[in-house]
């Protein structure tokens, strides 16, 4: 009877064997695909990132130039133009660059695309921005 036995757990082992492989091969890929899901993820995060830090930095560039341009001239006709300015200034040094799980991350920004679009209304400039490849470019 224990021959019967034996070919019973042969048997039992080659119709299990499938499911086994299955089951290892599901983890194998599964632990894989989560490893290159982080590498990617991170990849594109940098990504993400840089292209809001070029942007923040263009507004803040843009804002600060023209505010140092409408001291100069210090004519009372720019201050509400001046009094925008400022408050872009203001909310793109409050934007937290450095914390990227910010909950309020993409309000804040689109508040800040928000308030730039307003400054370039009243300054008659069209506030087209073309981020290429081979670095950035402001469009008047």
């Not at 070919?7 to 064997?17: H, R, W």
């Not at 695309?113 to 209304?121: E, I, L, M, P, T």
Request: proline letters at 2%; charged letters at 25%; glycine letters at 10%.
């Amino acid at each position: 009877m224990e021959n019967g036995s034996d070919e019973q757990d042969t048997f039992d082992a080659i119709v299990m064997a499938e499911a086994r492989f299955h089951s290892e091969g599901y983890q194998e890929g599964y632990s894989e695909g989560t490893r290159l899901g982080v590498i990617e993820g991170r990849q594109y995060g940098v990504q993400q990132g840089a292209n809001i830090g070029v942007e923040i930095g263009s507004y803040l560039g843009f804002a600060v130039t023209w505010l140092k341009l409408f001291h100069k001239d210090s004519d009372k006709k720019h201050s509400k133009k001046v009094k925008v300015l400022e408050s872009l200034i203001e909310m793109i040094q409050k934007f937290p660059c450095e914390n990227p799980v910010y909950d309020n991350l993409q309000e804040d920004l689109d508040k800040i695309r928000g308030r730039f679009k307003q400054v370039c209304s009243l300054m008659h400039i069209s506030p087209d921005f073309s981020f290429g490849t081979k670095g950035s470019a402001l469009a008047f």
